[in-house]
């Protein structure tokens, strides 16, 4: 059974400080993705990695995937307040041949909060 | 444009009432899914679909029910609403060449009296 693990769950921080939000996974997948979520809202593609080594960049955050580590970073470079959101990792779950299974296993998710 | 739509976005409604909740998607996806999130919480899936015709039970128990009838359409449906119930509830979609990466509509807020 494929599980995913988000720390920290929760996260304050100052503006202008740096930090990284940690997504961990049980099994084999190299496709992994990254969500934004605001208050009452839905959920927002920020990033979207798929392979050993792939790294992304957007603004003040930036997503590494480590296949053989089975670790994804998302880190947060400077924090502004409008960065303050619920964070998610998605993990695929991939068959034995490498097809998709089609469904995301998703992390609990890391609530950040930064403050001025 | 492509693009997931979910209607109503807002739903109060009193205990015992059958409700649907709409999901469309432009985007000519075979992939559907329904989640369930309580506020500040972690999703739930609920439902999913790989094409016409095809419904899976999610991960989380629900007493709703879905179909999917038309490639571009997934309604949820809870034949009798509870307390229970109250929830925001996400649709997602995803296609062959987008890979596996889910597409959000904006949720349907649903509140049972």
């Known amino acids: 059974e494929l599980k995913v693990e988000q720390n920290p769950l929760f996260l304050s921080m100052q503006e202008g400080k740096n930090y990284t939000i940690y997504c961990n996974y049980s099994?084999?997948?190299?496709?992994l993705y990254w969500y934004r979520q605001d208050p009452g809202k839905s959920l927002e593609s920020l990033f979207v990695?798929?392979?050993?080594?792939a790294v992304k960049q957007e603004g003040r955050l930036m997503a590494s995937l480590d296949t053989k580590a089975r670790l994804s970073t998302l880190h947060i470079t400077a924090a502004v307040h409008d960065l303050s959101a619920t964070y998610f990792c998605?993990?695929?779950?991939?068959?034995?041949?490498?097809?998709?299974?089609?469904?995301?296993?998703f992390g609990k998710g890391t609530k950040l909060s930064v403050k001025p | 444009e492509a693009d997931i739509y979910q209607t109503p976005r807002y739903l109060v409604i009193g205990t015992g009432k059958k409700i649907t909740l709409e999901c469309s998607q432009t985007?000519?996806?075979?992939?559907m899914y329904w989640y369930q999130q309580d506020p500040g919480m972690e999703l739930h899936l609920i439902h999913y679909?790989?094409?016409?015709?095809?419904?899976e039970k999610g991960d989380l128990s629900s007493e709703s029910t879905v179909s999917r009838i038309r490639t571009e359409h997934f309604p949820l449906t809870l034949e009798s609403a509870r307390p229970s119930h109250t929830s925001q509830y996400l649709c997602?979609?995803?296609?062959?060449?987008?890979?596996?990466?889910?597409?959000f509509g904006p949720g349907t807020r649903l509140t049972v009296t």
């Open positions: 997602a979609s995803s296609g062959p060449w987008g890979g596996s990466e889910q597409y």
């Open positions: 099994t084999t997948s190299d496709r």
């Open positions: 990695l798929l392979s050993n080594g």
């Open positions: 998605a993990v695929d779950l991939l068959l034995n041949y490498g097809g998709s299974q089609g469904n995301l296993i």
């Open positions: 985007m000519g996806h075979d992939k």
């Open positions: 679909s790989y094409g016409v015709n095809s419904t």
